[in-house]
């Protein structure tokens, strides 16, 4: 019989990297790692506040080792998802300085720094930061590190104009990601996988795509991607929504993002 901490810990990895990402109430956390899970499915809702007390507390009690990087790499994502990339450049710095050896941390902190570079116009630097991280992984490694690593090599590939590439390291992603048993990473593959097409001029095949991880977004309660493809789909158009109700379902998902304590400016 598991334990109930065992218990916890499981429901904790279900919500942040499994099939049941919009589970809420969350269990309590009260180790450092459940904690790290905590705010992962916590941000993954939108609850940006919770998530930011989750890794405030791990910031306080944790002095070094895995844990507190993945916690600063994690903050760091969020700031990026609420724009904030010159903030988050600083997070996935601590983040790498305190990873050690551990591979999870370290892979997790330079993809990190690459989608800073990336989002400040950085180009080469990002591409650098991408072969390093590659450099670390291996067979044993996290399945859900080659997933990240697609994305943001598949945004690069965007911010370069090479819209065949993006798309190459987008179906990867979607590929990784359909393995990996994540709710969350797959929506969010199909959302990159969604850009990447637009970016290669397949704008039908893009709307398929975005209109289908439209539908996913409010099935799982993925309230930060809902936003970002209510964002793809006002340019581009949907075929399943006018362009009214795009827009009404963007802003309110990005009320609801302001409301769960989404304003990078204040961290």
């Known amino acids: ?17 499994g ?11 009260d180790t450092p790692h459940d904690r790290w899970l905590r705010a992962v499915a916590a941000g993954g809702q939108g609850r940006y506040a919770g998530a930011f007390a989750e890794l405030d507390v791990i910031v306080r009690t ?3 080792g895995p844990v507190l990087s993945l916690a600063h790499s994690t903050r760091a994502s ?27 941390a370290g892979v997790d902190a330079l993809v990190g720094l690459a ?8 180009l080469a630097a990002s591409a650098r930061l991408l072969q390093r991280a590659r450099a670390l992984l291996h067979p044993g490694a996290p399945a859900r590190l080659p997933v990240r690593l697609s994305w943001v090599s598949a945004e690069l590939a965007m911010a ?6 993006a798309v190459t390291h987008a179906e990867r992603a979607v590929e990784l990601a359909e393995r990996l048993g994540s709710a969350r990473h797959r929506v969010k593959s199909q959302v990159v996988l969604s ?16 209109d289908t991880a ?54």
């Open 115 to 122: 989608a800073d570079a990336l989002g400040v116009g950085r």
């Open 214 to 267: 439209f539908a996913e977004t409010a099935e799982f309660g993925l309230v930060p991607l809902r936003w970002a493809l209510g964002c793809l789909l006002a340019d581009i158009g949907s075929t399943g929504h006018s362009a009214q109700q795009v827009a009404d379902i963007r802003d309110a998902a990005a009320d609801t993002v302001r409301r769960g304590g989404g304003v990078w400016t204040r961290r």
């Open 62 to 64: 944790a002095r070094s």
């Open 160 to 165: 370069g104009g090479d819209g065949a590439a």
């Open 78 to 104: 969020f700031l990026r998802q609420l724009g904030g990339h010159d903030l988050a450049r600083g997070w996935d710095g601590r983040a790498w300085a305190v990873a050690g050896t551990d591979t999870e």
């Open 19 to 29: 099939a049941d990402p919009r589970r809420w109430p969350l269990p309590v956390a």
């Open 195 to 210: 850009a990447a097409l637009c970016c290669a001029g397949r704008l039908d095949d893009s709307r398929e795509v975005a």
């Open 1 to 17: 019989m598991a334990s109930p901490r065992s218990a916890v810990t499981a429901r904790l990895t279900e919500a942040a990297f």
